[in-house]
């Protein structure tokens, strides 16, 4: 292989950092009190969610230490390319917006326009889809989490 990086060994390193990374998190969760007087305490989803993602990084390290190594043909482009470079790119993009629009028109409208426009990047084009999809990402989620949950969300300068 001649010092290059396969694709297989790139894909055992990301998955090894990404497992020191959720077992990083299980350890710091642990440090907070998983229940508390009125049920979850502020541990409870960081221990799940690193805990699930420490074994899913397991059992993609296990796979693709398992799949037979392939010979390099080429130098693997790290980064997307072409069209779906672009949709990365676009995703990045609405990501970045959406977490400076947040703060001046609030959760569910910045939600509405960037699960609008995140639809639309990855390629749907039926319009009564990315309505309803944008409108149960947005408002859907707001209502769930604020009325359910109670947990506060940004409502804005607009009011929502």
Same mark, same amino acid.
């Given at each position: 292989? &001649?010092?290059?990086?396969? @694709?297989?060994?790139?894909?055992?390193?990301?998955? &090894?950092? @990404?497992? =020191?990374?959720? %077992?990083?998190? %299980?350890?710091?969760?642990? *440090?907070? $009190? *998983?229940?508390?007087?009125?049920?979850?305490? $502020?541990?409870?989803? $960081?221990?799940?969610?690193?805990?699930? &993602?420490?074994?899913?990084?397991?059992?993609? =390290?296990?796979? /693709?230490?398992?799949?037979?190594?392939?010979?390099?043909?080429?130098?693997?482009?790290?980064?997307?390319?072409?069209?779906?470079?672009?949709?990365?790119?676009?995703?990045? &993009?609405?990501?970045?917006?959406? /977490?400076?629009? @947040?703060?001046?028109?609030?959760?569910?409208?910045? @939600? %509405?326009?960037?699960?609008?426009?995140?639809?639309?990047?990855?390629?749907e084009r039926r319009w009564w889809l990315i309505a309803l999809?944008?409108? *149960?990402?947005?408002?859907?989620?707001?209502?769930?989490?604020?009325?359910? %949950?109670?947990?506060?969300?940004? /409502?804005?300068? =607009?009011?929502?």
């Amino acid at each position: 292989m &001649g010092g290059l990086v396969g @694709m297989r060994q790139g894909r055992l390193i990301a998955t &090894g950092a @990404m497992l =020191l990374f959720c %077992l990083f998190a %299980l350890w710091q969760s642990l *440090l907070l $009190p *998983l229940t508390d007087r009125l049920g979850p305490g $502020p541990g409870f989803f $960081p221990f799940w969610l690193s805990l699930i &993602g420490s074994l899913l990084a397991i059992a993609l =390290l296990v796979t /693709t230490w398992r799949e037979p190594t392939e010979p390099q043909i080429e130098t693997p482009r790290i980064l997307p390319h072409g069209p779906g470079g672009r949709r990365w790119l676009a995703i990045v &993009g609405l990501i970045a917006a959406v /977490t400076i629009a @947040m703060e001046v028109v609030g959760f569910r409208l910045a @939600m %509405l326009v960037f699960n609008a426009a995140l639809v639309a990047a990855l390629g749907e084009r039926r319009w009564w889809l990315i309505a309803l999809f944008a409108v *149960l990402g947005s408002f859907g989620v707001y209502y769930v989490f604020t009325t359910w %949950l109670d947990v506060i969300l940004p /409502t804005g300068k =607009l009011g929502f």
